[in-house]
């Protein structure tokens, strides 16, 4: 919303830069074995003492700002900000991105096939898993902290002009909003792929018309602020849908499908509906990831590796698909498929970091950035689908303000014992809090506190090792892309 962006997980404490210093030195060496190596386009901190003292100062005067969390439903200083701007937001089409889980993975691959069709792309997401830096990507990286820090500074006069006109100053979210703006027109891109922060119609993204409106599952999250049912929170996230757009509908609840078309028809825009239009045709598991067959708005697209665990992955990458053959007029303009080749170079690309990510073996560490009920069931049945562990060892740390029970819940059928620490943001749950809503659910003999996150892992891979090395043990780190972060420095993904 206005003045709040993808408060899923982001945080923006001024505090946790000296936590994240602790945790980038590491505490000790985990015991765990060697990182898995792997380029995901998660970057590090500048090597340069000059640039990564700027990029820390810009990084504290955002922090300073309203933080993610913090919301006051209007788009008058984005529009004001864009205005001032001359528009940037409007010197290129627009792929936007609304939904409830996925929305980041699904980003990610729509970047992918613009990338393997020659086009320039910016991307933008949210929440970071490492870097503010990772939020805005200029043809599928990372804008350089020199271009971040440059473009902030660029801005930093107009955000100014906006906070003294209004009577709320940019938030951090609406800040970096215009920041991908102006970088995109600036590059120049040909086409952004633009991820909302949290619902759609008062979202900060939202002064974008975008040709190409997707909306990934809708499910109940954030009910404090965007209704207490499906039908209610696809009212919000229908926004994104604009007059004569394609709107792209993964998989929905009848009630929030109902209030999508609706919307579609309120301003004649065209319909792709998964299970309709376009879908999984076929799907099996793979090493390292799975086979799929894609049913496109113009044909099947066959042998498609995606190199991603999950049943969720894989209807993601349909609706990916859906987008793109719309951005390229298929299905309305054209009766054809996109270069099936392509489709599957660009498919075999696809990266997401935190998204059941393997980061070590011996035994086999996993992470994934799960922080509400849908999300961990996904994360719960894909494990148990991809790695088949007969000993799963779970990390948890969540943010206070989520449906805690309901994500321990999810996880309880596969998790043999849990571990329950927290992040070194204010956010996190208390851990004896934490604690005790875990034995509710697991029964005490299955769960250890560790209030230190390095603490709980070191826990957790012990627990897995006492297992025997042939026993299929492995450790699930989950509940918040903030300790998936956190987890991911811990064990060297640097």
Do not use: C
């Not at 579609?264 to 067959?293: I, K, P």
């Not at 506190?449 to 826990?459: K, M, N, S, Y």
């Amino acid at each position: 919303m206005g003045l709040g962006g993808d408060e899923d997980e982001a945080d923006t404490d001024p505090g946790r830069e000296a936590d994240l210093a602790v945790i980038e030195a590491g505490s000790r060496t985990l015991r765990a074995g060697g990182p898995v190596p792997q380029d995901d386009g998660v970057p590090a901190r500048p090597t340069d003492p000059e640039v990564d003292r700027a990029l820390r100062e810009v990084e504290a005067e955002l922090a300073g700002r309203w933080p993610e969390t913090k919301l006051e439903p209007s788009l008058d200083r984005m529009t004001a900000l864009m205005d001032i701007l001359g528009e940037p937001q409007r010197s290129y089409p627009s792929i936007h991105i609304t939904g409830t889980n996925g929305k980041t993975s699904t980003a990610r691959m729509i970047e992918q096939l613009l990338l393997a069709f020659d086009l320039r792309t910016g991307r933008y997401t949210s929440p970071h898993v490492q870097s503010v830096t990772e939020r805005i990507s200029l043809d599928g990286r990372p804008i350089a902290p020199e271009r971040f820090i440059e473009t902030y500074g660029d801005l930093k006069p107009y955000v100014e002009m906006v906070d003294a006109s209004q009577p709320y100053r940019m938030s951090f979210f609406e800040v970096l909003t215009g920041m991908a703006y102006a970088a995109f027109a600036d590059a120049p891109v040909d086409v952004a792929v633009v991820e909302v922060g949290m619902g759609g119609s008062w979202d900060a993204t939202n002064v974008v018309d975008g040709t190409v409106a997707v909306v990934t599952p809708i499910d109940l999250d954030h009910t404090d602020r965007l209704g207490g049912t499906a039908g209610e929170i696809a009212v919000e996230k229908s926004g994104i849908v604009k007059k004569d757009a394609t709107a792209v509908l993964a998989q929905q609840p009848v009630e929030a499908a109902q209030v999508l078309l609706k919307r579609a028809v309120e301003v004649d825009a065209t319909v792709a509906r998964e299970g309709m239009e376009f879908g999984v045709a076929h799907r099996e598991v793979a090493v390292g990831g799975q086979m799929l067959t894609l049913r496109g708005l113009g044909g099947e697209y066959e042998q498609v590796f995606l190199p991603l665990h999950g049943e969720h992955q894989a209807h993601n990458a349909a609706v990916a698909l859906a987008a793109v053959e719309a951005f390229f007029g298929i299905g309305t303009l054209h009766a054809r498929t996109l270069d099936v080749d392509t489709v599957r170079t660009a498919f075999a690309n696809v990266t997401s970091p935190g998204r059941l990510e393997v980061v070590r073996r011996s035994p086999t560490v996993v992470l994934d950035a799960a922080h509400n009920p849908a999300g961990a069931r996904a994360a719960a049945a894909a494990v148990g689908e991809a790695f088949g562990f007969t000993h799963l060892v779970g990390v948890v740390g969540p943010s206070g303000d989520k449906d805690v029970r309901g994500l321990l819940e999810a996880f309880e059928p596969v998790f043999a014992e849990v571990v329950v620490t927290r992040n070194s943001t204010h956010r996190a749950m208390d851990v004896d809090e934490l604690a005790a809503l875990a034995v509710e659910v697991f029964g005490e003999d299955r769960v250890q506190v560790e209030p230190r996150l390095d603490d709980a892992i070191e826990a957790a891979v012990t627990l897995a090792e006492e297992q025997g090395e042939f026993s299929g043990s492995g450790v699930l780190i989950t509940g918040s892309v903030i300790t998936v972060g956190e987890a991911r420095l811990l064990l060297g993904r640097k």
